[in-house]
């Protein structure tokens, strides 16, 4: 998928873990791990609009599009 989410980087720059990001956005670990890791089908935006809350950053900080190799 050509979508890549980079909240890790955000989250480090940050210096938050993410047990304490979870409880900020009121999500379970388990799903924000599934939201780091890219693994999920979608983001909700509410929950999008708390993580540029918590982290101060906008929404192009954490999601980016890549063009996939046409090979």
């Known amino acids: 998928m050509p979508i890549i989410v980079n ?3 955000m989250m480090a720059k940050r210096k938050i873990s993410s047990n304490e990001l979870a ?5 379970t670990p388990a799903n924000l791990s599934i939201l780091k890791t890219g693994k999920a089908k979608a983001i909700r935006f509410s929950t999008l609009d708390k993580l540029c809350e918590v982290l101060q950053c906008q929404p192009a900080d954490i999601l980016e599009w ?5 090979d």
């Open 7 to 9: 909240l890790d980087v």
């Open 23 to 27: 409880k900020l956005i009121d999500i």
């Open 66 to 70: 890549r063009e996939e190799n046409a």
